[in-house]
């Protein structure tokens, strides 16, 4: 599928910056550690907050395991795990805030924008995905439910 005139081309994590810099690429979606971390700042001189990808981090446990332990075990470990996210999002924040200070010394603009118009625009192409994979509205609505209560 092509959507608003663009390629789709896949590039390696490793690739982008020489792609950028021989100008394959004009743009990336990546966080802001690769500007510095990657030096994608050196050829991207404007990094846009569009919000239309996000990763989330997940702990990932073995049904296996998590149905083996004891239900006191499971809350235990359910509570390390809601620590141990407070210290990632902490350090990835103060990584960020770092990155974004290299960054601007870099000659790097940052540029926030409402995003409900592509929003808009991006409606067809998630109607054609559910609808090709019915088995994705589940997961589709409770990532939007989840968007909807932590939008800024």
Known sequence: MYYFGANDITISFGEVYKALKNNVVDGAENNELALVDQK??????YYT?????????MLV???????????????MFKKAAI??????FSYWKKSIEEAKKKA?????????VDVREFQEKVKPI????????????SLYEKAKAFDQKNAK
Not at 129 to 137: D, V, Y
Request: charged share 35%.
């Open 104 to 112: 601007k010394e870099m000659g790097v603009t940052f540029i926030d």
């Open 126 to 137: 998630y109607e054609e995905m559910l609808k090709e994979k019915p088995q994705m509205k």
């Open 49 to 57: 907050y569009d919000r239309h990808q996000m990763c989330p981090d």
């Open 40 to 45: 994608h700042g050196e050829f991207c001189k």
């Open 61 to 75: 446990g073995s049904s296996l395991f998590l149905y083996s332990i004891p239900e006191e075990d499971f809350d």
């Open 83 to 88: 620590e141990a996210q407070k210290v990632e």
